[in-house]
């Protein structure tokens, strides 16, 4: 009986957390295959009557809009390489080995954090048109990677902590050196908390708009294309819903790729 | 296995990334950023339209970036301060210039106002020409206007005051009608764009307060500007309570939620487009003092570190062309800075707006307002004073007259400070200050 009610309990309160999660979504998506007019009517319906793709196909024809996206994706997949190269030997250092500075370092990574970054946009402008990383998407990747950073070596902190050190031990008392244990037995069992540290780089480089905007021209990024065309500017709603929309989607697809990872190894990390 | 693909997919990204940018474009392409035509509908229109016009007749290929206004000033300061630039044209509002020119971005543009004069085949209003001289250089090139009007739902006419022109209204004109709709229909349905990035500050400074004092800065305390508040207070009575979150009133007018909207003509004209059957427009309200409006200008200018000027000139060049400009009326609302494109007949929801900021401007008690100059890098603080003084009087009802106090010896403070001078209709005072 207790058993039940605690299931029973447990899947409400998972419905609640999923629909609070959903159903903007799903409003946002009924709404961007919405007419115009169906959106400036009153009492607004929710379900679109006939469904339009007019706003929609306007998106994909309005110039920019696919180099923006796929833009989006090679600095979102520079910076999630960069900010596992980086971060993952940074979390690893920290969980394993006991240095002087440890603390400090630690406090030093989240630190950073701290600056608003609109205070640097002049400064950092200026020294990207000096290095030439002005309008490329390394350069966004660059300092998408310092904004998650710290995020990253959090995770991966924690991540290796779970990975018993023992299990290390034993590969090296079998023949492994120091690196090969490390990619052979703690990188695989790490493997699905790297991933999330991937999900989280993700997000943030997909949302992220100040340093897009600011340090790129013509190479925009689908944030840096949209904010001002659909957010600030008053866009009519129909704009709106498509742009929100044509933000969700790519991203939607992405975690659910990263997210097999996360769940195929579930198991091995929780243990 | 994974470490191959990895590898993989970053090598693929690179080369992604490479490749475009090994690919060249045309001969010759110019760089225009600019803070205006930033809704995504405008953004086309400008690329579909004016640029592929320009493009056709020159060969020179525009790559238009439309910005917000923080990103847009910061981009323009650090291609300044680095000495090398990619950008080769850019237009925004007169009130950015204050802090482009002594931040060393915009050129004396005298020279191609020149080269424009000498055409012969078009007149810049002088006055215009005239307010883009900014911190001792002509700025820009004046290159479209701007201003504020009432859109009305046809259904609200039915309420306007009995014995009154609606073309011709006055402010009292404007309290009766919001009050006969709310004793008519129980609901407010007046409304101002008051809302985080709504233009309610120009309401106050540039209409309102000229239309009762006279003045913008000068009378800002008299008897007068308290009467104002008075009136605005009262005002308060019939205003939507939305008003406090709208930023571009073309929305709750499409939504019907206000009936009677105050804006600036390009955040009016989604409506008038979407639904001009559905509208009238009219022009602002008249005050004691006459019917006050803002003159909204944008302008172009050449950066110093612009890498093609040359082919920069010539987009200015056809970009004030009669022409170009009746073109550019018609399609975002900006209206021409050119006396030989006034006279061109719009249609449509376009000629609605077209009407009624032609009775604005044609009025017997008009009173043209300019926004304040000189006030350089602290250009930013003039508005929020005034938005300030209202929070203070009309939403936390603070006694009008030591509100007015306080406020005015900030605005002499800025003025003072900055030894600026009185924006018309205010006298021609320097530094201005609040009597």
């Keep these: 009986m207790a058993r039940a009610a605690r299931t029973a309990l447990l899947a409400t309160i998972a419905t609640l957390i999923a629909a609070w999660v959903l159903f903007p979504i799903l409003l946002i998506s009924l709404a961007a295959f919405s007419s115009r007019a169906q959106l400036y009517s009153w009492p607004r319906a929710i379900f679109p009557t006939p469904p339009t793709m007019d706003t929609i196909l306007f998106f994909l024809r309005a110039q920019g809009v696919w180099q923006a996206t796929l833009n989006s994706l090679i600095v979102a997949l520079f910076t999630i390489a960069l900010a596992v190269a980086i971060g993952a030997p940074a979390g690893y250092a920290l969980s394993r080995f006991r240095f002087p500075g440890r603390e400090g370092f630690r406090l030093g990574i989240l630190a950073t954090k701290m600056f608003p970054a609109t205070v640097l946009a002049i400064p950092l402008a200026v020294a990207y048109i000096r290095w030439g990383l002005y309008d490329n998407l390394l350069g966004v990747a660059i300092v998408h990677t310092a904004l998650a950073l710290p995020f990253a070596v959090v995770i991966t902190t924690s991540v290796f902590i779970g990975v018993p050190m023992e299990l290390e031990e034993a590969a090296m008392t079998l023949g492994c050196t120091r690196l090969q244990a490390f990619l052979r037995v703690a990188l695989p069992i790490a493997l699905p908390g790297l991933a999330a540290a991937a999900i989280f780089t993700f997000v943030l480089s997909w949302n992220e708009v100040f340093a897009a905007a600011i340090l790129t021209l013509h190479n925009r990024t689908l944030p840096a294309l949209l904010i001002n065309a659909v957010a600030f500017a008053g866009a009519p709603l129909d704009y709106r819903f498509a742009g929100g929309f044509f933000m969700i989607v790519p991203a939607m697809i992405i975690i659910f790729i990263i997210r097999r990872y996360l769940m195929t190894l579930w198991g091995v990390t929780i243990r | ?435």
């Design chain 2, 1 to 435: 296995m994974r470490a191959p693909t990895l590898m993989a997919v970053v090598l693929a990204a690179i080369l992604v990334v490479t490749v475009p940018a090994a690919q060249t474009g045309p001969a010759v392409e110019i760089t225009f950023t600019s803070t205006q035509f930033s809704p995504v509908h405008e953004t086309e229109w400008a690329r579909d339209t004016l640029f592929r016009a320009f493009e056709t007749e020159t060969g020179i290929r525009v790559r238009f970036v439309s910005e917000l206004a923080g990103p847009y000033m910061d981009r323009l300061q650090a291609e300044a301060r680095v000495g090398r630039g990619s950008i080769d044209l850019t237009g925004t509002l007169h009130g950015d210039f204050p802090i482009l020119v002594p931040a060393g971005v915009a050129r004396d543009m005298a020279p191609v106002q020149a080269d424009l004069a000498r055409r012969g085949d078009r007149t810049f209003f002088p006055d215009l020409v005239r307010i883009s001289q900014v911190g001792g250089i002509q700025a820009y090139v004046p290159w479209m206007q701007a201003t504020y009007v009432i859109v009305a739902h046809k259904r609200a006419m039915a309420y306007f005051p009995r014995g009154s022109n609606p073309m011709a209204m006055t402010y009292d004109d404007l309290l009766e009608w919001g009050d006969a709709i709310k004793s008519a229909t129980g609901t407010r349905r007046i409304g101002f764009p008051a809302g985080p990035g709504g233009l309610f500050g120009r309401f106050l400074h540039g209409y309102i307060y000229p239309s009762f004092t006279g003045s913008q800065v000068k009378r800002f305390k008299s008897p007068e500007a308290v009467e104002m508040w008075r009136y605005l207070r009262r005002l308060g009575g019939v205003l939507h309570p939305g008003s406090f979150l709208y930023s571009f009133m073309h929305e709750p007018l499409l939504l019907g939620e206000v009936w009677v909207a105050w804006d600036h003509t390009a955040r009016l004209l989604p409506a008038l487009r979407d639904r001009p059957d559905d509208f009238v427009v009219l022009p602002s309200p008249a005050g004691p003092r006459g019917r006050s409006f803002l003159s909204v200008i944008v302008g172009l200018t050449i950066p110093k570190t612009a890498p093609n000027a040359e082919a920069a000139a010539r987009l200015i060049e056809f970009l004030t062309r009669p022409r170009t400009q009746v073109l550019t009326v018609q399609g975002v609302a900006f209206f021409p800075t050119v006396r030989e494109a006034a006279g061109a007949v719009p249609t449509g929801g376009m000629k609605l707006l077209a009407e009624a900021v032609t009775a604005q401007q044609g009025a017997r008690d008009a009173r043209v307002a300019l926004l304040p100059v000189g006030l350089g890098v602290r250009t930013g603080e003039f508005v929020p004073l005034y938005v300030d003084t209202f929070r203070e009087i009309s939403v936390l009802g603070k006694p009008i007259e030591e509100v007015l106090a306080a406020q005015a010896r900030k605005l002499e403070e800025l003025y003072r400070a900055m030894n600026a001078v009185c924006p018309p209709p205010d006298p021609a005072i320097t530094p201005c200050r609040p009597d």
